[in-house]
């Protein structure tokens, strides 16, 4: 039976390794013990992150809402229940952009809730 060397996987892994930690400071970028440790965090960390990007943006967009309804004297949540009753169908992302670009539009929609929450 053929001796089975290790060599070529080896110095793949080694490589992709050394390449994700271009850029880092130090020993980092260097050494492949520290520049493992270094990536397998960064990895955790971005997979982490991009969850709570989703979160992060769904908070932005409940506050820029809440605040563009309160000029109107609504809350955020009346104006979102005033909408549903309404039948209108809009994400937050949308209206959260239609509160930041077009304050008429909004104010139009807050029309449309208050009139559907009388």
């Known amino acids: 039976m ?4 290790y060599n070529v996987a080896r110095t793949k892994r080694r490589k992709r390794i050394l390449k994700d930690a271009k850029g880092y400071f130090g020993k980092r970028k260097n050494l492949y013990k520290t520049a493992k440790e270094s990536v ?13 990007r989703k979160r992060d943006f769904r908070r932005l967009w409940i ?3 809440n605040a563009a309804s ?3 004297d609504l809350s955020y949540s009346r104006f979102m229940n005033g909408l549903k009753t309404a039948g209108v169908e809009i994400d937050r992302k949308q209206l959260a952009d239609l509160a930041v670009r077009d304050p008429n539009g ?10 559907s929450l009388d």
Not at 2 to 5: D, E, M, P
Not at 40 to 52: G, H, I, M, P, V
Not at 106 to 115: D, H, I, M, N, P
């Open 106 to 115: 909004f104010a139009e929609l807050v029309g449309v809730a208050k009139s």
């Open 2 to 5: 053929s001796r089975v060397k």
């Open 40 to 52: 397998e965090r960064a990895w955790r960390n971005s997979y982490r992150d991009r969850k709570l």
């Open 70 to 72: 309160r000029q109107h």
């Open 63 to 65: 506050v820029r809402i």
